[in-house]
């Protein structure tokens, strides 16, 4: 049995990761300002250990080959032996075909399981119907 869930959160938005990964912990565990590197930070989730591992906007299209390699060894290193899942945390209307092809890299250089070990967590703006986040699930 997994003495831990290693996650690791990915998007494009720090607010909506680090809603998230405070949300999954149940707690302000994650600080409101963007850091430069990876955070990992560790906690309960019912009967589980949880590690979470949030990554700086790796989808960013500023960020050099050589920091996004060196960003993922560190993300690499935190979730040692490696993560459980990756956790794409997006607005599908703000998710544009340069970040999706980034993502296939970031995922790429995580290893060749790395897409099979992802989920996608739609979020939307409180105001939006359910409707709308139906029609995502239709015709994304």
């Known amino acids: ?3 831990e869930l290693r996650v690791v959160l990915l998007g494009n938005s720090w607010s909506q990761r680090r809603d998230v990964g405070n949300f999954i ?5 994650f600080s409101t ?3 430069d ?3 990992r930070v560790s906690g309960r989730c019912r009967w ?3 590690v979470l591992i949030n990554t700086p906007d790796l989808l960013h299209p500023n960020i050099s080959e050589d ?14 032996p490696g993560p459980h899942v990756f956790l794409l945390v997006l607005q599908p209307e703000d998710f544009t075909e340069e970040q999706r092809l980034r993502l296939q890299t970031v ?7 790395s897409f099979e070990h992802s989920l996608v967590l739609i979020s939307t703006p409180a105001k939006e119907q359910l409707a709308s986040s139906e029609s995502y699930m239709e015709d994304p």
Do not use: H, W, Y
């Open 1 to 3: 049995m997994v003495s």
């Open 25 to 29: 912990l149940g707690g302000a565990v």
């Open 33 to 35: 300002e963007e850091p």
């Open 37 to 39: 590197c990876c955070v």
């Open 48 to 50: 589980k250990e949880i």
């Open 67 to 80: 920091k996004l390699t060196e960003l993922i060894e560190t993300c690499v290193r935190l979730s040692d």
């Open 107 to 113: 995922l790429e250089d995580f290893g060749d399981q």
